[in-house]
């Protein structure tokens, strides 16, 4: 049962947090397991679609991103999608003795640029809430 408040719903519900069953206290329940499941920080997802088979971990990902840009020597051609210019300049080379002068073009990376939610994590949208078992 998912739960959203701070106190316990009552005694015979353990919370999902990998801690022992007391074998003589909930007999049946240990018959199943000897521990109830950990789903601290983890999303629960239901079986079939794209979801991994029944009680398996899946790893997290995220969604493609692509963007592409175009740099000469002439001049800037442009950015699309995630990347954009931030600077331009000019770099003078001696390779053997020939002087070289050449432009170049630093480009940036950021999501933001195409308007996608960033973080300090990758997450599906979400609520917080606690994981109970029935213990019997």
Not at 75 to 97: L, Q, R
Request: with cysteine; aromatic share 12%.
């Amino acid at each position: 049962m998912a739960w959203a408040l701070e106190i316990n719903p009552d005694d015979s519900y353990l919370e999902c947090n990998g801690q022992t069953v007391n074998s003589n206290k909930y007999p049946k329940l240990y018959a199943l397991m000897h521990n109830t499941p950990d789903y601290r920080g983890i999303f629960l997802r239901g079986l079939g679609g794209n979801s991994a088979n029944l009680g398996e971990l899946q790893s997290d990902a995220t969604r493609n991103f692509s963007g592409s840009f175009y740099a000469t020597n002439i001049g800037h051609n442009g950015t699309d999608g995630v990347f954009s210019m931030i600077s331009t300049g000019i770099t003078h080379e001696n390779m053997e003795y020939k002087h070289q002068v050449m432009s170049y073009y630093k480009y940036n990376l950021d999501l933001n640029n195409a308007n996608i939610p960033v973080a300090d994590e990758i997450r599906p949208i979400n609520r917080a809430v606690r994981y109970f078992i029935k213990a019997k």
